[in-house]
Nanobody, 114 residues
Framework: QVQLVESGGGLVQPGGSLTLSCTASGNIFSMYAMAWYRQAPGKQRDLVALITSAGTARYFDSVEGRFTISRDNAKNTVYLQMNSLMPDDTAVYYC????????WGQGTQVTVSS
């Protein structure tokens, strides 16, 4: 089973930036579309961005124009560059294969607050 490890979260002021990373174990990463999700307290987990195996990106919710998803297949890693962060971006961020998902990692907490 593939294991996912997310990192890069933290506390940042409104308007700030963070880059999240997610590394997958094994050597099948490059075959699949990957996605970032987020889950705010008391809410469901929502899709934020996805990137196909060929590198085509799509964004959801209110992040278009502020977030950029990318991948490095040689490193089995997908990234989420987050700019112009807002308090509503506060959540635990997870990555996973689009469908079907692998087992979820522990996520990385992003807190946007002054």
């Amino acid at each position: 089973q593939v294991q996912l490890v997310e990192s890069g979260g933290g506390l940042v002021q409104p308007g700030g930036s963070l880059t999240l990373s997610c590394t997958a174990s094994g050597n099948i990463f490059s075959m699949y579309a990957m996605a970032w999700y987020r889950q705010a307290p008391g809410k469901q987990r929502d899709l934020v961005a996805l990137i196909t195996s060929a590198g085509t990106a799509r964004y959801f919710d209110s992040v278009e124009g502020r977030f950029t998803i990318s991948r490095d297949n040689a490193k089995n890693t997908v990234y989420l560059q987050m700019n112009s962060l807002m308090p509503d971006d506060t959540a635990v961020y997870y990555c996973n294969r689009m469908l079907p998902p692998w087992d979820w990692g522990q996520g990385t907490q992003v807190t946007v607050s002054s």
